[in-house]
């Protein structure tokens, strides 16, 4: 949307800490037009967090001026302040999750836990499928969430209502078989991976998601993955 510093001269007073958070709010949304969902005091330079559609902005006290798409670094430490909140931002509460609208696939004991959302049309969804072969120990539950094209959602149907789901999907995903069914089972669970995808800001795939309810985007390395599974179960 915006993609760097903008800064706009508005009339805005300083208000008692509070007030404060609750006027920078009234301010972004009037500008902006979306709903903000939180203003918090950050702990660098006086500067004001606000988290919307997903999103950090940082604004000064009196909102007049707003740091978009920008990354707040701590300079001693390195440390990506942005990455991080936006981390515990849009962290999924695991609970919410419907598990059942879900590809299960259980691996050795099963013990840890990963869910993953995923277009069959997605090339890092292929990419990612065959590396996690290397995965033992762990229960996989794969979210079909058809966003790229209409023949995402005719493929997720065909492999929704199949006999063997993680067969099939895994047959699609890793061997290149194209499923062959007709899809004419009742789907609407792919629909509401949709809806819910949405409403959670799950705007690419693969997205992964970890016992902790944080969130990574890509074919990552497994290396990598395998680290997050053991630091969260």
Known sequence: MLKKLVLLALAVFAVPLGAQEAK?????????????????????????EVFYDGQILYTDEKASAFLVEGQ???????????????????????????LERAIKQVRGNGKRIL??????NCGY???LARDMQKLNNVTI????????SE???KKSRQIWCAADRAKTWNKWMIDNVTPSGQ?????????????YGRKRNISGTPTLIFADGSRI???VPVSQIEQKLNSTR
């Open 183 to 195: 899809g004419d089972c009742d789907s609407k669970a792919l629909l509401e991976n949709r809806d």
């Open 141 to 148: 539950y794969t979210f079909l969430y058809p966003i790229l």
């Open 151 to 153: 023949d995402s959602l």
């Open 72 to 98: 707040l670094v701590d300079a001693k430490t390195m440390r990506n302040i942005t990455a991080e909140r936006i981390g515990k931002l849009t962290a999924i509460n695991f609970a919410e999750l419907s």
């Open 217 to 219: 985007f890509g074919a």
């Open 125 to 127: 969804c292929k990419v």
């Open 115 to 120: 869910v993953t959302f995923e277009d069959p």
């Open 24 to 48: 920078i709010r009234e301010v972004v949304e009037a500008k902006l037009g979306v709903p903000v969902v939180s203003v918090t005091k950050a702990d660098y330079l006086g500067l004001y």
